[in-house]
Structures are given as C-alpha cells and as structure tokens.
T-cell receptor, first 115, second 112 residues
Framework: DTGVSQDPRHKITKRGQNVTFRCDPI?????LYWYRQTLGQGPEFLTYFQNEAQLEKSRLLSDRFSAERPKGSFSTLEIQRTEQGDSAMYLC?????????????FGSGTRLTVV | GENVEQHPSTLSVQEGDSAVIKCTYS??????FPWYKQELGKGPQLIID?????GEKKDQRIAVTLNKTAKHFSLHITETQPEDSAVYFC???????????FGAGTRLFVKA
C-alpha cells in the first residue's frame, strides 16, 4: 500500500466554478477525514466518514460543500460555486478504528486556488 | 470551544542544540496527543504520540511529556539536524470520538 493518495495535487479555478477532489485512503482503514489547511495554520476538521457513512460535518462545511464515500473506499469532496475564501490546502486522512495508534495518515493534499 | 494553543510559532536553533515546543489544550476529555511534522508540499506526518495515562514517551531523539492536570504537553527534539527543519503541529483528540484539534504550528529552522 502506498499510503493516502489525493488527486489532483493542485487546482486553479475561477470563482463560481465547481471543483471535485478525490482521496484514496489506505485500503484497510475504515475511517476517512477531510481537513482544510490555510497558510500558517493547522489543519481544521471538515468532515468524517466511518466506512461509507458520513458521521459528522463541521460548521465550516457550508451548503456548497459535499463529500461522499461510496462503498466505503475512496472519497470525493466537491465545492460548488467556489469563492476566493475557499483557497486552501484540502487534506485527506485515514485511520483504522481500534488500532493501537489513533493518529492519522495524511495524504499530500490538494491545493486549491480560486482566482 | 475546543482549542489547542502552540508556542512558539517560529523556532530557530543551531544544529546539535535541543528544541522544545509547548502546547496547551482546553478539552478535559482529550486523552490522545499526537505530534505531526509537515515538510514543504507534503501532508502532516505522525512522528510520535502519547496517551493520557502516560506522562512521558521517548523515541530516539524525540520525546513528549504530558501534564494532564495543567493540560500542557511538549515536544522535545535533541541533537537537532538540518533535516528536522519543518513545521510541527501538536494536536489533541478523544479516542472515543473522531475529531482532532490541531495547534497553529511551529516552524523549526535548524541552522547548520
């Protein structure tokens, strides 16, 4: 297993356009998380999946944001009608429930720039 | 609300010296405290963690200490090397939950 993969690595879009990001977690990990990181800040929680169920969404996740994890494998994060304030690094992480180490394995992120 | 404060925001040390990063958390339910290292263009990488039933943990040149009463925890790096230069994040979570709260990060520069 090569770890958590995110695609694309970089995305530049015009304001008002829709974008979709993909995350492929470590195959045996049943928990998947999306975080957002802006320059000079730590990651901020967006949403969490256990298997295919989205169990929690942050207040940061407006109605323009939607995430899915069909069949409990890969996940997608879609942002509709992008705004300049959406510019950030979007990080995906995964973990295994019940593992001795509760920490996350992060992907390298998708850097979104809205112009 | 839940919060993790991290200090300093920037730390510059000479190669071979020690570096210490300190964090404070607010949620009393937190019982798991991971530390992540983030290099340029990469996602954070878990480097060490500690649970609330342990006061100290060491792994080669890095060690973490936890004072649960004061809600303080710290990362200690000894014999620093240039490759230790990165941004370090402390974090706090509850193992029965799902959300991890991160500090704002410390940018560590190790000068050769």
């Amino acid at each position: 297993d090569t770890g958590v993969s995110q695609d694309p690595r970089h995305k530049i879009t015009k304001r008002g356009q829709n974008v979709t990001f993909r995350c492929d977690p470590i195959s045996e990990h049943n928990r998947l998380y999306w975080y957002r990181q802006t320059l000079g800040q730590g990651p901020e929680f967006l949403t969490y999946f256990q298997n295919e169920a989205q169990l929690e969404k942050s207040r940061l996740l407006s109605d323009r944001f939607s995430a899915e994890r069909p069949k409990g494998s890969f996940s997608t994060l879609e942002i509709q009608r992008t705004e300049q304030g959406d510019s950030a690094m979007y990080l995906c992480a995964s973990s295994l429930q019940g593992a001795l180490r509760y920490g996350y394995t992060f992907g390298s992120g998708t850097r979104l720039t809205v112009v | 609300g839940e919060n993790v404060e991290q200090h300093p925001s920037t730390l510059s040390v000479q190669e071979g010296d020690s570096a210490v990063i300190k964090c404070t958390y607010s949620d009393s339910a937190s019982n798991y405290f991971p530390w992540y290292k983030q290099e340029l263009g990469k996602g954070p990488q878990l480097i060490i963690d500690i649970r609330s039933n342990v006061g100290e943990k060491k792994d080669q040149r890095i060690a973490v200490t936890l004072n649960k009463t004061a809600k303080h925890f710290s990362l200690h790096i000894t014999e620093t090397q240039p490759e230790d230069s990165a941004v370090y994040f402390c974090a706090a979570s509850y193992t029965g939950g799902f959300k991890t709260i991160f500090g704002a990060g410390t940018r560590l520069f190790v000068k050769a």
